[in-house]
């Protein structure tokens, strides 16, 4: 027999449980808890599974619409796209655990999401994620790069699912507590969903999968805990993940599925076996008993509490239909997989443990859940920025001089070193790859795909966090749009720092706001999502960065547009009102050595009506390439497409404006079009018509971008520089 420690306050600190929130818990089971479901209590109501911080404002965000099939509260969101099939999509973060040990938790954080979405009956079909490293220069940020990269690519490539998009980004905030969003995205009948609710009394509960380990306890409490100086000695809590297993479960739940013997699914992720089954009860007004002698353990004498908290990969808990165990069984060991029968459902609404023959938990199986503490934290807006004045802001170098030199700078240089170690063409559905603005992949052997991105640009955030989060959510239905894709549904992955204090609160508050703004404003709701908190080191929390994953619909790839320019002498047309903003611009930062301005503010009305234009351009077969603009203004979208179109440009500049202003200003609501010049007066007419700003700024060709009456560039020297930084950099690792 374990003996177990005495509850103390050290303990229950150590557990992150606040003393008000264990006398809550003595008040809520009216005695001592047993050492387990103290352990259990730590899970389900850290920030990570409980949502406490944060719940009372994700209500605010829009999550309906005609075509969402299923909102937030699944283990992913939704949505029907036509023809019977359904879209269902989620990204979560892997912040902490990347951080320890990058490869792993990358990977990890990988595979989790993957199950998140085949759990609910769908075939994975794509990956993408979102990574924020700390400064260069920082002597930890190569390595954690080139490991978060492999553990992606290892991962994902393994399993077999393309990673088709991303984005990356440096910057010092990020240097102590790096961000790792992981999206997965997965294709299913509608009328073949699977939930996470369980029905019937005395249904059998049967753990499957890979076996349990000591591996990722108190994952789920670590991750909701700020970085201090021990990160290192976190190392045991993170996860170690085994793609070639969860290939074989996928494979095995999808034929499972198939029999009519799941009654209901859960991925076992933060908190493992605790939360699955928790939240299968809850959802179903059911009791749960678990008999922990029967779970398949790969480590000797594995205590109550290790097997509770443990967050071995490559798990899930089933409700089953009695009838059907034997046909369930076979399938898991044809896969050679551990099929167990762990418990059953009961009426007693307990949730209940039982391991050598004792009771380790018996506590009220809602009230983990429902009754886990929810607070109206403190908070404080964020002060507004003035308006920078552009015209006050001199040109240090020659517009030429800043072009190459924010070409080859860290956020706006190549990632194809990152994304060359994705498989991103393996099922063979890959129409747009990566390194333009949304991926598009093809569902099945028809002509309809999705689009699909992940977005958010968080120093714009953290100056004004409301038009912050509205241009997170405009940024990421621009580029969907700019593949010619109807924008329909959003997942969110809000990643912020201690929302203990008030102006961090304040930030998320603020983001939470303008992202529901937009989504509203924009027809595109949040059907999924996250929320990471406590993302600070040292005291010093992240920048704001509520990352979003858009998903869009194409009835027809072969109509998805790319940013490339495909052929000499056509028009270059600009879409949207250009003023010249460069406050918050990545041009006032890098170029002028200044963080500071209001960023730029998002007409949503403005946003639609260009957007829905230049998509009925795309549609319509009448243009030949299209790229939104966004980091680094116009000068950098053109040099993108000239680069990937190996066609030069050259382009008028209006004379009355600041040129640096108007080449590098982040204005938003803007995409460069390119037509026919026949086409092109034609458009100019149309565009008056819908009161959408149109102006044709230059034409294709030759081998060199003309910017005005700067020098010409050659087109060599603007790809040498977009590509040479990242592959230089991690040379030195």
Request: aromatic share 6%.
């Amino acid at each position: 027999m374990t003996v177990e420690p005495e509850i103390t306050p050290d303990l229950v600190a150590s557990h992150g449980l606040k003393p008000d929130e264990y006398e809550r818990l003595l008040a809520l089971i009216g005695r001592v808890p047993s050492f387990t479901e103290l352990g259990i209590f730590s899970a389900m109501w850290n920030e990570h599974c409980s949502y406490k911080s944060s719940r009372l404002h994700l209500r605010t965000l829009p999550t309906k619409a005609p075509w969402v099939i299923q909102g937030p509260g699944e283990n992913a969101g939704v949505i029907d796209i036509g023809d019977g099939d359904a879209c269902i999509f989620k990204m979560e973060s892997h912040n902490h655990p990347s951080y320890i040990e990058p490869y792993q938790g990358a990977g990890t954080g990988v595979g989790g999401i993957l199950r998140d979405v085949f759990t609910m009956g769908a075939r994975p079909v794509a990956c993408l994620n979102l990574l924020r490293f700390g400064a260069p220069e920082h002597p930890k940020t190569r390595h954690l790069v080139a490991g978060v990269v492999a553990g992606i690519g290892g991962y994902g490539n393994s399993f077999g699912v393309p990673t088709v998009g991303g984005s990356t980004n440096f910057h010092s905030r990020y240097d102590g507590n790096i961000l790792v969003n992981a999206m997965a995205v997965g294709i299913a009948r509608t009328d073949e969903i699977f939930y996470a609710t369980a029905t019937g009394v005395g249904n059998p509960i049967v753990y499957l999968g890979s076996k349990t380990g000591r591996d990722g306890i108190h994952g789920a409490t670590m991750a909701s805990a700020s970085f201090e100086a021990d990160a290192e000695e976190k190392r045991p809590t993170v996860q170690v993940g085994d793609p070639f297993a969860e290939k074989l479960l996928l494979e095995a739940c999808l034929e499972l599925m198939k029999t009519g013997a799941v009654v209901a699914i859960q991925d076992m992720g933060a908190a493992g076996l605790t939360s699955s089954a928790v939240e299968m009860g809850a959802k179903g007004d059911l009791g749960i008993e678990l008999d922990l002698d029967t779970v398949p353990c790969r480590e000797t004498g594995m205590t109550a509490y290790e097997m509770m908290l443990s967050e071995s990969q490559e798990r899930m808990l089933m409700v089953l239909d009695p009838s059907k165990r034997a046909v369930a069984e076979a399938i898991f060991r044809k896969w050679g997989l551990d099929f167990a029968v762990i418990g059953k459902t009961t009426d007693t609404l307990r949730f209940v443990v039982k391991h050598g023959g004792e009771v380790k938990v018996d506590l009220p199986i809602k009230e983990l859940g429902d009754e886990a503490p929810l607070y109206d934290r403190p908070h404080i807006a964020s002060p507004k920025l003035p308006v920078l004045d552009s015209a006050s802001v001199k040109a240090p170098m020659g517009d030429v001089e800043a072009l190459l030199t924010l070409l080859a700078s860290p956020d706006l240089c190549s990632k194809r070193w990152v994304w060359q170690q994705y498989d991103h063409l393996i099922l063979g559905n890959s129409v747009q790859r990566p390194g333009g603005d949304a991926a598009v992949i093809r569902i099945g052997d028809g002509p309809k795909g999705l689009a699909l991105t992940t977005d958010v640009t968080q120093r714009y955030c953290e100056a004004d966090p409301v038009e912050g989060g509205k241009q997170a959510v405009a940024e990421a239905w621009r580029n969907i749009t700019a593949s010619g894709a109807t924008p329909r549904a959003a997942t969110d992955n809000l990643n912020f720092g201690n929302p203990e204090k008030p102006e961090v609160m304040g930030q998320l508050v603020g983001c939470i706001q303008g992202i529901g703004e937009a989504c509203r404003a924009l027809d595109f709701p949040i059907v999924s999502g996250n929320v990471s908190l406590y993302n600070e080191s040292a005291g010093k929390g992240i920048l704001p960065t509520p990352s979003i994953g858009g998903v869009g619909v194409i009835s027809d790839v072969a109509l998805s547009m790319s940013p490339s320019f495909k052929r000499a002498d056509e028009a270059i047309l600009l879409i949207g009102a250009t003023a010249g903003w460069l406050g918050q611009s990545v041009y006032l930062r890098d170029i002028c050595g200044r963080e500071e301005g209001a960023p730029p503010p998002v007409d949503l009305a403005a946003e639609r009506a260009n957007g829905d234009f230049v998509r009925g351009l795309i549609l319509g077969k009448r243009v030949s390439a299209v790229h939104d603009i966004s980091d680094g203004g116009l000068a950098i979208a053109l040099a993108e497409m000239a680069v990937s179109g190996k066609i030069g440009a050259s382009i008028d500049v209006p004379a009355d404006v600041a040129t640096h202003a108007w080449l590098f200003g982040e204005d938003q609501g803007r995409y460069v079009v390119v037509a026919s010049e026949a086409e092109a007066a034609t458009l100019l007419i149309e565009a008056g018509a819908a009161s959408v700003p149109f102006l044709r700024i230059g034409s294709t060709g030759g081998d060199f971008l003309i910017l005005g009456a700067e020098p010409a560039v050659p087109l060599a020297a603007i790809r040498a520089a977009h590509e040479e930084w990242l592959p230089g950099y991690m040379a030195g690792h």
